[in-house]
């Protein structure tokens, strides 16, 4: 499952977790520690198994041969050798590949899911739709494909809620070789 930092994607792992019970999320440990420790008591207290991203990849791949659902926040900047740059909003951005590596691989479905707050209700809404791609030989080719897809769902729900996205993180921080930077 991907998703980025739209409505309360804690909420939606929280949700998610209750209703599949074998959610496990990527996670990166907060500079500090106090915040670290409120969100991985969040986490816990929902059920959700996290793996951070330091963690032996061994661990994802135990959890896909358990039938565990795999979470990825997608919508972050990442090094160049975790990604590849894919267009979001027409700039490059480097996006993590790991996800579509992973489905690749082990020829499982990605699913895409978000939240929205909905004034009128005061409720959040979920939303599931699977990442629709072809196996093909190329596998460099494929992982880029399933990378723009779930980039471009992300793009889609961003134009749609505006306000419900997380716009503080530097999304463009690495920039292609020559190109001046954005920040």
């Known amino acids: 499952m991907v ?15 209750r209703h599949f019970q074998k959610l496990v999320a990527l996670a990166y440990k907060q500079e500090n520690k106090k915040i670290n420790q409120i969100l991985k008591n969040i986490r816990n207290a929902s059920g959700i198994e996290i793996i951070h991203h330091n963690d032996p990849t061994r661990n994802f791949v135990k959890a896909i ?12 900047n990442t ?4 990604g590849i740059f894919v267009d979001f909003f027409g700039i490059p951005a480097m996006t993590v590949t790991f996800p579509a590596k992973l489905a690749v691989k082990h020829k499982k479905p990605i699913i895409f899911a978000y939240t929205v707050f909905d004034e009128d209700t005061k409720t959040y809404n979920c939303f599931l739709s699977e990442i629709e791609y ?11 494909e399933i990378t723009k897809a779930y980039t ?8 749609k809620y505006p306000d419900q996205y997380l716009w503080t993180h530097k999304r463009w921080r690495t920039r292609p070789k020559g190109e001046p930077p954005i920040y």
Request: aromatic letters at 4%; glycine letters at 8%.
């Open 134 to 144: 072809k196996q093909i030989d190329d596998e460099k080719k494929l992982i880029c």
């Open 65 to 76: 041969k358990s039938h565990k659902i795999l979470a990825f926040l997608v919508d972050q």
């Open 79 to 82: 090094i160049r050798k975790r």
């Open 152 to 159: 471009k769902k992300i793009e889609e729900v961003v134009k």
């Open 3 to 17: 998703t980025g930092h739209i409505g309360n994607w804690e909420m939606l792992g929280a949700g998610l977790q």
